[in-house]
């Protein structure tokens, strides 16, 4: 079992909806979550950081971390076409650690 | 947030060749950076962890004599793959730590093609 698993999609939505992107992990000592987000032939770019569990709102995008139940997730409202790319989720345990990804997930927002 | 500078973003070099790839935080010390390799729509694959002013430590799988790694001050990572083979051709991305935070950002990433 991988320590993060994440749904490859692709999944396709239409422009202005909610878009639920979602993670689980395995290890229960992760504290630090992210959500980057990777267009075609581009590094990474940061989105979200949350530091244990609770929710974080910034602009259109809403992350969440729910450690009972080790289940990650990024809220995306009134997605836009500009949103199609790849969201990666990575946790890791704390300083000195490496970042573990998910596989990423695929996302097409359809204008 | 913070900036990554991958350069160069693309290069061509011919098989048998070194091609030397740095990365570099521009407005903050990293005390850590990662090289990451990435296939065509794979997720990111690991390479080695590098700290400022020790030797890297590579993942399993990953010759250490063929994709070395110098991390020679707080600001600049170099990854530099030796004797480069038409298989070396891959997508390589590096990312960095703040040294007063635990967040991480990556680089725009370098396009390697071997030929």
């Known amino acids: 079992q991988k320590e993060v698993e994440q749904d490859p999609g692709p999944l396709s939505v239409p422009e202005g909806a909610i878009v639920s992107l979602n993670c689980t992990y395995s290890n229960s000592a992760f504290q630090y979550f992210m959500w980057y987000r990777q267009y075609s032939r581009k590094g990474p770019e940061l989105l979200m950081y949350?530091?244990?569990?609770g929710n974080k709102e910034d602009g259109r995008f809403t992350a969440q971390v729910d450690k009972s139940s080790k289940y990650i997730s990024l809220f995306i409202r009134d997605s836009q076409p500009s949103d199609s790319a790849t969201y990666l989720c990575a946790s890791y345990v704390g300083a000195g650690n490496m970042l573990t990804f998910g596989g990423g997930t695929r996302l097409m927002v359809k204008p | 947030g913070a900036v990554v500078s991958q350069h160069p973003s693309r290069v061509i070099c011919k098989s048998g060749t070194s091609v030397k790839i740095e990365c570099r935080s521009l407005?903050?010390?990293?005390?850590?950076m990662f090289w990451y390799r990435q296939f065509p729509k794979k997720s990111l694959m690991l390479m080695a962890t590098?700290?400022?002013?020790?030797?890297?430590?590579?993942e399993q799988g990953v010759e250490k004599d063929k994709f070395l790694i110098n991390h020679a001050s707080l600001t600049l990572s170099t990854l530099t793959v030796t004797s480069a083979h038409p298989e070396d051709s891959s997508f390589y991305i590096c990312?960095?730590?703040?040294?007063?935070?635990?967040?991480?950002?990556f680089g725009e990433g370098s396009w390697l093609t071997v030929v």
């Open positions: 407005d903050f010390q990293a005390t850590t």
């Open positions: 590098s700290n400022e002013g020790s030797k890297a430590t590579y």
């Open positions: 990312s960095a730590r703040l040294r007063t935070a635990n967040t991480i950002y």
């Open positions: 949350t530091y244990s569990s």
